[in-house]
């Protein structure tokens, strides 16, 4: 099976800009979660979906949204770029939602804002 | 609110095992725990998670103290391929979350 596609891997954008990043889960997968990773912060989570539903949201600005696709392909879009947006932005997948299953990651989105 | 707590870095020799720990005192009784490692340059990768017994799989064991409010990685016979950062997390069962700790880094020594 393929694992986790994110694309694309790296982007550099302006402030002020919007930015959207893709995920292609593992085949089946139903899951889609959503995470940023900085150095001083770690990994954060943004948002869940499971079956086109957000189900569970972190605690991040309105500037972040995604939606997910009947496919189970997702997208997250951060609208208005601020130079704390830099990360590297993770998306992993997993069979079903709850907290007994595992979660696959892919290679995630460097994003560089200047 | 939950959270897990480990240490900053750890080192060990190749061949040895080693045991990675971790405090979650909050944890419910229902609520997971999970170990992710990331290795540079790569997003996090599954390695084990239990509830309350231990467990064992290809890559580690997992000893989940009696009281659940401690848990312990084991990588039986470290390689230089295990240098990474391991966390420990929390997935809670009110609503699904996984909540990530800060993560130890692990050094191997040949």
């Known amino acids: 099976k393929a694992g986790v596609t994110q694309t694309p891997r790296y982007l550099i954008k302006t402030r002020g800009q919007q930015v959207t990043l893709s995920c292609s889960p593992i085949s089946g997968h139903r899951s889609v979660s959503w995470y940023q990773q900085t150095p001083g912060q770690g990994l954060q989570f943004l948002f869940e979906y499971f079956s086109e539903t957000q189900r569970n949201k972190g605690n991040f600005p309105g500037r972040f949204s995604g939606r997910q696709f009947s496919n189970s392909r997702s997208e997250m879009n951060v609208s208005t770029l601020e130079l704390g947006d830099s990360a590297l932005y993770l998306c992993?997948?997993?069979?079903?939602?709850?907290?007994?299953?595992?979660?696959?990651f892919g290679p995630g989105t460097r994003l560089t804002v200047t | 609110d939950a959270k897990t707590t480990q240490p900053n870095s750890m080192e060990s020799n190749e061949e040895e095992p080693v045991h990675l720990p971790c405090n979650h005192s909050t944890i419910s009784g229902t609520d997971y725990i999970h170990w992710y490692r990331q290795l540079p340059s790569q997003g996090p990768e599954y390695v084990i998670h239990g509830l309350t017994s231990n467990v064992n799989n290809r890559m580690a064991s997992l000893a989940i103290a009696e009281d659940r409010k401690s848990s312990t990685l084991i990588l039986h016979r470290a390689t230089l391929r295990d240098a990474a950062v391991y966390y420990c997390?929390?997935?809670?069962?009110?609503?699904?979350?996984?909540?990530w700790g800060a993560g130890t880094k692990l050094i191997i020594k040949p």
């Open positions: 997390i929390l997935g809670l069962d009110s609503n699904y979350q996984l909540i």
């Open positions: 992993a997948s997993s069979p079903n939602v709850g907290a007994s299953y595992e979660q696959y």
